[in-house]
C-alpha cells in the first residue's frame, strides 16, 4: 500500500485519501484492484485505473470543492468500511463522519417491503422452471438478487457481494450454505427461496 500511496501524492498532491475495498480490510488477493478516494485541492474529477507495482487502481480523485456544499454521500458510499490512510487536514475524517452519519439515517426495509420482495422471487422460482433461455436468464437473476433481499429479511444493508457473503456466513451459516448450494445446483433454489420466506416472517429464529 506504501507505494501505491507514494504515487497518488506524487501525481495528485492530496489534502485526503481513503482506501477502501479488499486492501483496506486485509482481504486482497493476486486479482484485487486498489480502490480509494482521493481529494486534492483544485483540478478535474479523475478515475485512475493505472497500474502500479502490477497492481490495478481504482481511485477516483475529486476537487476539494466536490464536497463543500451538499456532498452526495450516495456517490461516495465505499468509504463506510475504509481507512483514513492519508489525512494531515481532517479532511478524510470528515468525510468518514459524513458517510457514517448518512448511513445511520438510512431507513430500513419495511416488513410490508420485505413481502413484496419475497414474492417477487416465488414469482421468479416459477419462471425459471421454463428451461428456455428467458428461464435461465431469471434463475441468475433471482440468485443475485436474492442475496440483498436476505439481507433486508435480516434488517442489514446490502454492501456488495463479498462483504455480505462474509456477514452471512458468520452471522447466518445455516442460510449460507443453502445459498451456496443453490448457486451450484439450481434444485436446491426452491429451499432457498422458502428459507428466505420463513425468514421474512420471523428472521429472529432464523440465527443458525
Request: charged letters at 25%.
Amino acid at each position: 500500500m506504501e507505494e501505491i500511496l507514494a504515487y497518488i501524492k506524487d501525481t495528485y498532491q492530496p489534502l485526503a485519501v481513503i482506501a477502501y475495498g479488499s486492501y483496506a480490510d486485509g482481504t486482497y488477493g493476486p486479482h484485487s484492484d486498489f480502490d480509494a478516494l482521493a481529494v486534492r485541492e483544485a483540478g478535474p474529477a479523475v478515475h485512475d485505473t493505472d497500474f502500479v507495482h502490477g497492481i490495478q487502481l481504482d481511485v477516483f480523485v475529486y476537487p476539494k470543492e466536490h464536497f463543500e456544499a451538499n456532498p452526495d454521500w450516495e456517490e461516495i458510499l465505499p468509504i463506510l468500511h475504509g481507512q483514513v490512510v492519508y489525512d494531515p487536514h481532517g479532511l478524510g475524517a470528515g468525510l468518514m463522519q459524513g458517510v457514517q452519519a448518512y448511513v445511520a439515517a438510512l431507513p430500513r426495509k419495511t416488513p410490508a417491503q420485505v413481502q413484496d420482495e419475497i414474492a417477487w422471487c416465488e414469482k421468479m422460482l416459477l419462471r425459471t422452471q421454463r428451461g428456455d433461455p428467458e428461464g435461465m436468464f431469471r434463475l441468475h437473476w433471482l440468485l443475485v438478487d436474492s442475496l440483498e433481499i436476505f439481507c433486508d429479511a435480516a434488517g442489514q444493508f446490502y454492501w456488495g457481494p463479498k462483504k455480505s457473503l462474509r456477514w452471512m456466513q458468520s452471522a447466518y451459516p445455516d442460510a449460507f450454505s443453502r445459498y451456496v448450494r443453490a448457486l451450484e445446483d439450481p434444485a436446491a433454489l426452491k429451499d432457498w427461496v422458502q428459507y428466505l420466506k420463513e425468514m421474512a416472517v420471523n428472521p429472529e429464529t432464523r440465527t443458525s
